[in-house]
């Protein structure tokens, strides 16, 4: 029986085709980075001296965790974060909590009678809001938090997930607000209002020199003399969704 033997070239030439037929799947790449987290928002809430900050931000942060329950809850961040700036660099609790609002002259004489080792009183002021800067840093970073004032804004403005919110309200509901708390006549609350507001505005200048409180730097800017709080926390939960949105 006469056998038919294919030359070497040309069966080569025939299993190449066939492979060439067999589709490869693609190599898993073992370098590619891993998906981006999702953006955890945090929300800074600058206020003009007694426009009612504090009580927003505890109904706002109750209201998030009902909307949002998440695996972390948002918190809130005003005495709270006083007291842990304290703690954490063992710092006066008066100091911390009177960084923002008090005349310059007080602190440096306070932080005078300190006794730091060579360092002047301005550079001690320095020391002390650098740890309110630093927490502040890292609680935003976290997210789900909610931060009063400190300067809040421009520590944070240029961070991921921020929603940057601006209280205001009339000099005159500011001073009745202030006259019933502190139990004063409204000359004094006026008095006291007008040297709130020299030394915050004082307070800025000194450790941001270059930013403002444009209207531009905030998502809003809401007045608590003409919008109630559950109003307020609408537009502020809108903000949020919008942001964890944008950041999925």
Not at 3 to 16: D, F
Not at 20 to 30: H, L, Y
Request: hydrophobic share 40%; charged share 20%.
């Amino acid at each position: 029986m006469k056998m038919h033997v294919t030359p070497l070239g040309e069966g080569i030439r025939s299993i190449s085709a066939v492979i060439r037929t067999v589709p490869i799947p693609p190599k898993a790449s073992t370098d590619e980075p891993p998906p981006p987290a999702p953006v955890l928002p945090f929300i800074t809430l600058s206020r003009q001296p007694y426009a009612g900050a504090w009580t927003l931000a505890q109904q706002l942060v109750d209201a998030l965790n009902l909307s949002d329950p998440g695996e972390r809850p948002w918190t809130c961040w005003d005495r709270e974060l006083v007291e842990k700036v304290a703690a954490d660099h063992h710092l006066s609790r008066e100091l911390v909590e009177s960084i923002e609002d008090e005349h310059y002259s007080w602190i440096t004489d306070f932080l005078s009678s300190l006794s730091f080792a060579d360092s002047s009183p301005i550079t001690d002021e320095a020391k002390v809001y650098e740890g309110v800067a630093t927490t502040i840093r890292t609680l935003a970073k976290a997210g789900r938090v909610v931060i009063v004032g400190r300067g809040g804004v421009f520590l944070t403005r240029r961070m991921v997930g921020g929603i940057h919110i601006r209280l205001i309200a009339s000099a005159e509901n500011r001073v009745a607000f202030l006259a019933q708390k502190l139990n004063m006549s409204h000359e004094l609350a006026a008095a006291r209002l007008r040297q709130l507001e020299r030394n915050r505005m004082g307070f800025y200048k000194r450790y941001w020199p270059g930013e403002s409180l444009n209207l531009d730097v905030f998502a809003a800017t809401l007045n608590t003399g003409v919008l109630d709080t559950p109003t307020m926390i609408q537009i502020i939960q809108a903000l949020v969704r919008q942001r964890v949105m944008a950041g999925r």
